[in-house]
């Protein structure tokens, strides 16, 4: 379905006069008004008379797209939260032994470089990511890609990790994105205006012309879907998760509905560029393969205004011999057709090959012979001789976790340190 983005904004003083959109920039917001759906549910509050801002935007780009900063400068006066510790239950077998937001992407990347590399390219210097579910992969990511590369000069950035922890005055984990941030703020280094939150919530259909569509463009756009992406300013964002709703644990359906009840200005930017909720084996494919298309991918990594960083491996450059190769990024790994290869954690020598191969095991990669069509291919999964992985049953669903693999929307998907003996045929 063609559905539009929206990022929210809430304050009870003026309206918030920018945003963080999707792809890093930050753009001036839009101050569409909101208004009752068939459903009753409120879709948007009325907008008020205009009263000073707080904070003022103003141009910083050579670029041909607008972008605008804050002043006072984003480093200084706001802070990213990016919550990063859901099950990703929807990406099983990929999050078995990591969190969702660990998952690799890209050939090079994990799905947490994306909103980290967003704060960073839009001066938000100083970022915080809550974790809880099956973190460890994710948590040592972090320390390794951004730990000593943020704090420039007078700069004080940090990309810092909060885990879910039990207190005296909390005994649970988190039950949600406003408990996630709730349970956090005595943590919170001080002096921070706003945080920043990134979360998918849920989607609506209306007439998207009150949001600046012309008529035809809202044709294609006829919904609305949250990018989860939420600007406050501390005091009120304090407001509202303490005293205003002290039990509610989620955002996206609790709080910010409840602020409109209450009064306070919240307003939506329209964000009409590159957006997908990668939360299924399907999306996660199809969003990967995209990267791929010519002559323009549906993502690029290569916009050198807005880069997204990682963690550097040092490793020497892949080498392709007698191959013709179209339509593939390569990392440290190899696309066969229509397929995603993660590639491995580490190297197996020569001698390791070996000493598999005389006690009958597998090395790391794929053997000969092999045939890999429309799959993911997870880490260190190892691959026998004369297999097979083409779904030759066409099956659309089927979960194989013994022997190593499922099938989800007719993809199949080997498991992190499967081991799939030769001459399987999948």
Not at 95 to 100: D, L, Y
Not at 203 to 230: C, F, H, N, Q, W
Not at 295 to 315: C, E, G, H, N
Request: charged share 20%; net charge neutral; with cysteine.
């Amino acid at each position: 379905m063609a559905t539009a983005t929206v990022v929210m904004a809430a304050t009870s003083r003026a309206p918030i006069p920018a945003a963080f959109s999707a792809t890093g920039d930050l753009r001036r917001g839009e101050q569409p008004g909101w208004r009752r759906g068939a459903s009753g549910r409120r879709l948007r509050a009325a907008v008020p008379a205009r009263r000073p801002f707080v904070f003022s935007p103003r141009a910083v780009s050579d670029s041909k797209s607008s972008q605008t900063c804050l002043d006072p400068d984003a480093s200084t006066s706001v802070l990213g939260i990016i919550l990063g510790g859901g099950a990703g239950s929807r990406l099983y077998p990929l999050t078995k032994k990591r969190a969702k937001p660990a998952v690799p992407l890209g050939a090079n990347y994990r799905l947490i470089d994306i909103p980290v590399s967003n704060c960073l390219n839009s001066n938000v210097s100083k970022i915080y990511v809550l974790t809880q579910f099956n973190s460890a992969s994710l948590n040592r990511h972090l320390s390794r890609a951004y730990g000593n590369n943020i704090a420039g000069y007078k700069n004080e950035g940090f990309v810092e990790v909060l885990a879910a922890q039990q207190s005296p005055e909390n005994p649970n984990w988190f039950q949600g994105t406003a408990d996630a941030v709730r349970s956090i703020c005595g943590s919170l280094r001080s002096t921070m205006l706003w945080n920043i939150l990134f979360w998918l919530e849920i989607t609506y259909i209306v007439d998207t012309t009150i949001l600046g569509l012309d008529p035809e463009r809202a044709k294609e756009l006829p919904y609305i879907a949250s990018m989860g992406i939420y600007v406050f300013s501390k005091d009120v964002m304090l407001q509202l998760l303490r005293e205003k709703f002290p039990s509610a644990n989620d955002f996206g359906s609790e709080v910010i509905p409840g602020a409109t009840e209450v009064g306070m200005r919240v307003q939506a930017y329209l964000y009409d560029g590159y957006w997908e909720d990668i939360g299924t084996i399907q999306a996660f494919y199809n969003a990967n393969l995209g990267i791929t298309k010519k002559p323009v991918p549906d993502f690029s990594f290569y916009d050198r205004s807005a880069p997204i960083y990682t963690q550097p491996r040092y490793l020497p450059p892949s080498k392709v011999l007698e191959a013709d190769v179209t339509d593939s990024v390569i990392g440290e790994g190899a696309v066969i057709e229509d397929s995603l290869l993660m590639g491995a954690d580490y190297y197996e020598t020569e001698n390791d090959k070996k000493v598999l191969s005389e006690t009958g095991g597998i090395p790391i990669g794929i053997g000969k012979n092999a045939h890999i069509r429309k799959a993911i291919i997870d880490k260190n999964a190892r691959i026998g001789e004369n297999v097979q992985i083409i779904n030759f049953h066409n099956v659309q669903e089927a979960v194989r976790e013994t022997e190593g693999y499922f099938i989800k929307s007719g993809i199949v998907t080997v498991i992190k340190d499967a081991v799939i003996p030769s001459g399987t045929v999948i």
